[in-house]
């Protein structure tokens, strides 16, 4: 599934091996209609070969949203010196004749293709990152409305097309825990690529994972709280009510009983108060109020 609908120039026509007597024509004039970024290099400079393939597969994926056209600076010595090359690599974006952005020193593949998408939407163009951040969105609303199993495949393919994109990741494996499909949506989760397994989405979505594991194992409401009525601390029957109100969708109210418990004794089971209520905020958004107001209560206490 190809969620990116750009241009389909053939990669040869957006990569080029420039000199100074195309220059003109393959960056200035070019760059009127769509951006060309300029990979200053030379042969014997060891970066250049790390960052010239990872410039490339970012302007291929782009999909002729952007160009990009190689100089040799040992054999275009006079444009290297009008553009006052000191060291290489060195990559400038040209759009409408003009540089409108650059960098020297290797980058890191993330950095490259921020700075491919950029350079695309600075020229008012839709960047490949732009769009996989679209269909995301479209998933999101798809998960949302409980249409889980087509959000995964929409989850699926965005990563067919970067692997290591987290907000994906993170969103399939969401999906798989709204289908009921615990053990899939673990597997994914410990298989995800290390550039991203310690971002924030698939924190959250280990946070939501381990919920639903709890949820599955949670006791009845009624009871437990009949349990809390009768003892106040029973800490243990406070606790499994939290779980008990979590899984039923009552999270304000979990929260506050785990507050509860904290207040009464933070030590309780090594702090387990404390690490629950940590693991409900990790899987809501860092701004939903009851993460912002938990997060105060808990910090009064803590620092009281």
């Not at 990116?4 to 000199?19: F, S, V």
């Not at 004039?29 to 990979?39: A, H, L």
């Not at 209520?277 to 209560?297: E, S």
Request: proline residues 5%; charged residues 20%; aromatic residues 6%.
């Amino acid at each position: 599934m190809d969620l990116l609908n750009g241009g389909n120039a053939p990669a040869t026509d957006l990569i080029k091996d420039g000199t100074e007597a195309t220059f003109m024509a393959d960056v200035v004039e070019t760059s009127q209609e769509t951006p060309v970024i300029v990979d200053f290099w030379a042969p014997w400079c060891g970066p250049c070969k790390t960052l010239g393939p990872m410039l490339e597969e970012a302007v291929t994926a782009a999909k002729g949203a952007v160009k990009m056209v190689k100089i040799n600076v040992d054999e275009a010595q006079t444009i290297a010196a009008q553009m006052r090359i000191q060291s290489i690599p060195t990559v400038y974006a040209f759009f409408k004749g003009q540089p409108v952005d650059g960098f020297q020193g290797a980058l890191p593949g993330s950095e490259i293709k921020a700075f491919v998408d950029r350079v695309i939407e600075a020229a008012g163009g839709e960047s490949p990152g732009g769009q996989l951040d679209d269909a995301v969105q479209a998933a999101e609303e798809m998960l949302a409305e409980g249409a889980a199993a087509d959000a995964a495949q929409t989850f699926a393919a965005i990563l067919g097309e970067d692997p290591n994109h987290a907000a994906a990741y993170g969103g399939l494996v969401r999906a798989h825990i709204a289908t009921g499909d615990l053990e899939q949506a673990e597997a994914i989760l410990n298989g995800a690529p290390a550039e991203i397994s310690t971002s924030a989405e698939l924190e959250a979505a280990h946070a939501q994972l381990e919920l639903a594991k709890q949820a599955a194992d949670a006791g009845p409401v009624a009871e437990l709280m009949a349990a809390v009525e009768a003892d106040p601390d029973n800490h243990q029957a406070r606790f499994d009510l939290a779980q008990a109100l979590h899984a039923n969708g009552n999270v304000d109210e979990a929260v506050a009983q785990l507050l509860e418990l904290f207040r009464r004794d933070r030590e309780w089971n090594e702090g387990a108060a404390k690490t629950q209520l940590f693991t409900i905020f990790d899987a809501l958004k860092p701004n939903d109020p009851i993460v912002l107001n938990g997060r105060r209560k808990l910090s009064s206490m803590i620092f009281a």
